[in-house]
T-cell receptor
């Protein structure tokens, strides 16, 4: 079974630029999550999708972050404009359904803001 | 608001030692608790998932226990090996089944 795929693996941009990350979940997984992991901290949920609908985006900084999952499969997370504090690893995870299912994680995208 | 704490933040042990990692959470109304391993530059690998109705789960040299009423979980690693060196994270689910993570324990097993 193929795992959660993310790209790119690394990205370096200057502050105020924009950036986008892509995630392809495990086939058949209805729930998709984006997490932000700042160095030395545990991951923090940014947004949770159930199919193509948003379940929870309470911690997403909506003035600069946006995410979509238009066809209920792969997803894109965008930051525009980026700030220095956005330097982090962005992890995508998926699960069959939200309810008490284990989440499977991709290797993440490491973002550095100069 | 759910908060998850992991102690110790870092741990260094000689190979072969048995060790215990601790995780505590403030709100006992959880659906499950999951332990993960994270290697440098990698995503999270699931180790053990304990449903709220369960007391423990075992996989090989790993044993995780859950005491929901006291808000605690422990991950026991038997006969540690250098390959066990990694960061270990615990996470609880509640509400919309989103995960709340602890800050992790960085484990180093010395050969």
């Amino acid at each position: 079974e193929a795992g959660v795929a993310q790209s790119p693996r690394y990205k370096i941009i200057e502050k105020r630029q924009s950036v986008a990350f892509w995630c392809n979940p495990i086939s058949g997984h209805a729930t998709l999550y984006w997490y932000q992991q700042i160095l030395g901290q545990g991951p923090k949920l940014l947004i949770q999708f159930q199919n193509n609908g948003v379940v929870d985006d309470s911690q997403l900084p909506k003035d600069r972050f946006s995410a979509e999952r238009l066809k209920g499969v792969d997803s894109t997370l965008k930051i525009q404009p980026a700030k220095l504090e956005d330097s982090a690893v962005y992890l995508c995870a998926s699960s069959l359904q939200a309810s008490a299912q284990p989440q499977h994680f991709g290797d993440g995208t490491r973002l550095s803001i100069l | 608001k759910q908060e998850v704490t992991q102690i110790p933040a870092a741990l260094s042990v000689p190979e072969g030692e048995n060790l215990v990692l601790n995780c505590s959470f403030t709100d006992s109304a959880i659906y499950n608790l999951q332990w993960f391993r994270q290697d440098p530059g990698k995503g999270l690998t699931s180790l053990l998932l304990i449903q709220s109705s369960q007391r423990e789960q075992t996989s090989g040299r790993l044993n995780a226990s859950l005491d929901k009423s006291s808000g605690r979980s422990t991950l026991y690693i038997a006969a540690s090996q250098p390959g066990d060196s990694a960061t270990y994270l615990c996470a609880v689910t509640s509400g919309t089944y989103k995960y709340i993570f602890g800050t992790g324990t960085r484990l180093k097993v010395l050969a």
